[in-house]
């Protein structure tokens, strides 16, 4: 088990930018994949971004493909969101996560979670 913990959200304006962290604590973070998802008021949970143990391999929702960009730092055992020109409909909770079983987007997978960092972008 590895424990979750994301930050820097904020209230930013439209076209801004933020970068969130996800601070992990635990055995092997190295060997996770982590994940990136939001929720919105109303909404379902939906992915964003996710990357693979080495960092050799990301993937994007085609809504923040271009403007969000996902690293990891496996000596810090933290993985980042950067997140560039921001949209009032990028507004949600912002979660991270993390598995060991696949590379994947799909937040089923992920049997590790965070509490979440609220982003608000304003228009």
């Known amino acids: 088990q590895v424990q979750l913990v994301e930050s820097g959200g904020g209230l930013v304006q439209s076209g801004d930018s933020l970068r969130l962290s996800c601070a992990a604590s635990g055995r092997a973070f190295s060997s996770y994949n982590m994940g990136w998802f939001r929720q919105a008021p109303g909404k379902e949970r939906e992915f964003v971004a996710a990357?693979?143990?080495?960092?050799?391999?990301?993937d994007y929702a085609d809504s923040v493909e271009g403007r969000f960009t996902v690293s990891r730092d496996n000596a810090k055992n933290t993985v980042y969101l950067r997140m560039d020109s921001l949209k009032p409909e990028d507004t949600a909770l912002y979660y991270c996560?993390?598995?060991?079983?696949?590379?994947?987007?799909?937040?089923?997978?992920?049997?590790?979670w965070g509490r979440g960092t609220q982003v608000t972008v304003s228009s």
């Open positions: 990357i693979n143990w080495s960092g050799s391999s990301t």
């Open positions: 996560a993390a598995t060991r079983a696949v590379f994947t987007t799909t937040a089923v997978v992920y049997d590790n």
